[in-house]
């Protein structure tokens, strides 16, 4: 029996095309599944409280805990971290009454496309276009028509000297609400503390395929990696349904907080199969302002329910 294209939803059509480039990896992320999961808190700044009422931007009596998980931007489970790809970092914040909110970043500020749709579409040109499609092939075209892709896919990304010395983007936009109602559309930005640092050709040349997640496990035990987290904040005309549009650097941001990951967990891959980070698990203060947040999120679950089924 045919099961018609219309009959699968967009989040699944996503996971499936992921599978389409990347092949289908048992147990594991549809992407994103190479990754190092870690531990430690955040304690916010004094302004936080003033742009959303988030109970992780309230004064703490204690820090909040989180959970961090660093990972390799391709679907490829042992794809080499001296690649040129935008690495991610996704972190769970254990909010005081018990509940959890999630943000999934990545280093690359920008995203290739503007929707779902149009992710999909990227992710299947560029499973027909392996190196026997006749030119100019589909991931040619592809990039003709979506100007966003083709820098995306034209930018270094070099690889960096850690997991640590990355800056990482929401790239999707939340609205903001405070305790006195007061809104604000914003983007997260993650600044290492450390500053930006990336490995020259010749130091990346001398790197294994693993060192990354070796070297935040290295990081850790010598010293507390740490970010500033900070909210971009929007003014008026900028879009909020369009990840492809950077906002100007000119933009106000706001300092939330720090983030501070003292360690690395015991058994990573055995922590990481029972995490979940869902860009639209919210708490009140924060809502999705762009409709890819859904979207992504609805993917997410579909390749966790992939791969929590018994192998
Ligand atoms: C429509 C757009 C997108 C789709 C369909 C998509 C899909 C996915 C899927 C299916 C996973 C695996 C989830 C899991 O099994 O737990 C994933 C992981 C991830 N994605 Fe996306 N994604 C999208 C956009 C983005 C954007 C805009 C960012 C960053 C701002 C991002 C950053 C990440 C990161 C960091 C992970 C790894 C999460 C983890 O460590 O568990 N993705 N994505």
Redesign the pocket.
Known sequence: EETSAAQVSL?EQ??NA?NAVFGAHPGL????PK?VVLEGSFTPSDKAASVSKAAHFAKQAKPIPVTV?F?AGSGLPTVPDTNEMPR???IKFSLPDGSQTDM???SYNG?PVST?ED?RDFLLAIAASGPDAPKPNALENFLNGHPAAKTFVQTPKPPPVSYGTLPY????AFKFTNAKGKTALVRYQLQPITGVQYLTKEQVSAKGPDYLSDEIRDRVRRAPVKFHLLAQVAEPGDKTDD?TVVWPETRRTIDLGTLTIVKAVEDSQAA?KK???V?GALTPGIEAADP?IA??SA??I???SR?AQPQ
């Open positions: 989040p996503l996971v992921f992320r549809a992407n994103h990754g998980r990972s991610g970092m996704a999934v970043v990545l995203f779902g992710f983007f929401g790239i999707n990840p990481e995490l979940l980070f860009p890819m979207v992504r993917a997410y579909v390749s966790l791969r």
